[in-house]
């Protein structure tokens, strides 16, 4: 058995900087510049009522189906709450040198997000744009809290997989929308994220070889207790069961698109040198696993019948 030493979180940012650097350096090569407005059908777009005048929101003004534009407005909310995001990984991981430069280049990338979506959900009526405000006043009156906030690896972890998971949910919302545009839209969306989880893997990978034991427990207690960043939304219980019915976003896609490809590629389960945390951390993941497994596969089932009874 390893002895355990235990390097400290401004060792971990120090140690991680040249990593940084690096990763910037390939992400800047690989993220393609995009604009928001080139995604958005504007001349569908009529004035609404209020101090113009024009015709209030009615719910047949789109024919997108519910589910999905339930799952637009989670989506929009959670990419609306960007500040609360950027204070806690600021925060966390300075706004000096290269981790300072990360954090800005993210930040704004994220923020075009919300942009796009928000401009499309409002030309194309797809959503009612009171009820929208309301829920973003309401959700970023709240604010986001990093449930890991004062651990770099824990935070690594966590971002590793929630950019995977909203790159998911975004593409999948996009095709569940039946619009081509739309699709078309979430599907650049989840491009930007897909570089982001690539971004924190590749940093997470680096603290493996650091500090294995201490990137194991942050990997194992993040699997543990993850929640979706917008998991604060007003009424997201009942709309995450919606998008889960949906096969938007389920738990069966959580554990084996979102977790396991990126568990492959740390080869969590072939890391060594562990010391008694470490490994007992180890097979909390691998247990935990095979909860989400069983969970999802029960879920599944009541899904499967659930169709079957309303196809009767
Ligand atoms: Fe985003
Ligand atoms: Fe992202």
Redesign the pocket.
């Known amino acids: 058995m390893t002895v355990s030493t235990t390097v400290s979180q401004t060792a971990l940012l120090v140690e991680l900087e040249p990593v940084v650097a690096r990763n910037l350096d390939r992400h800047l090569s690989l993220a393609k510049e995009w604009f928001p407005h080139e995604y958005v059908p504007w001349s569908e777009g009529r004035t609404f009522d209020g101090p113009l005048g024009g015709e209030a929101w009615s719910p047949t003004d789109s024919t997108i189906p519910d589910v999905a534009r339930t799952a637009l407005i989670v989506n929009l909310l959670t990419e609306d709450n960007l500040p609360s995001y950027h204070h806690e990984i600021a925060t966390l991981f300075g706004r000096d040198g290269a981790w300072g430069t990360w954090v800005h280049r993210w930040t704004a990338e994220?923020g075009r997000h919300g942009v796009a979506i928000r401009d499309y959900l409002t030309v194309t009526r797809a959503v009612d744009p009171v009820a929208l405000e309301r829920a973003r006043m309401t959700h970023m009156s709240e604010g986001y809290t990093n449930a890991h906030g004062d651990e770099v690896l824990h935070s690594l972890a966590y971002v590793s997989f929630q950019?995977l998971a909203?790159r998911i949910s975004h593409r999948n919302t996009g095709k569940a929308t039946g619009d081509p545009a739309c699709e078309a839209l979430l599907a650049r969306v989840a491009a930007?994220?897909n570089l982001?989880m690539v971004f924190y893997r590749n940093l997470l990978a680096a603290a493996f070889e650091l500090a294995p034991s201490q990137a194991m427990r942050a990997v194992a207690d993040v699997v543990a207790d993850f929640q979706m960043p917008g998991n604060g939304i007003e009424g997201f219980a009942r709309k995450s069961v919606a998008i889960a019915l949906a096969g938007i976003y389920d738990l069966r896609q959580h554990r084996d698109e979102v977790l396991q490809p990126v568990l492959r590629q740390w080869d969590v389960f072939n890391v060594t040198g562990l010391d008694a945390d470490g490994q007992a951390a180890q097979e909390q993941l691998a247990a935990q696993l095979d909860t989400l497994d069983r969970a999802a596969s029960r879920f599944e089932e009541k899904r499967d019948a659930r169709a079957a009874r309303l196809a009767r």
């Open positions: 994220e950019e909203t930007d994220e982001h």
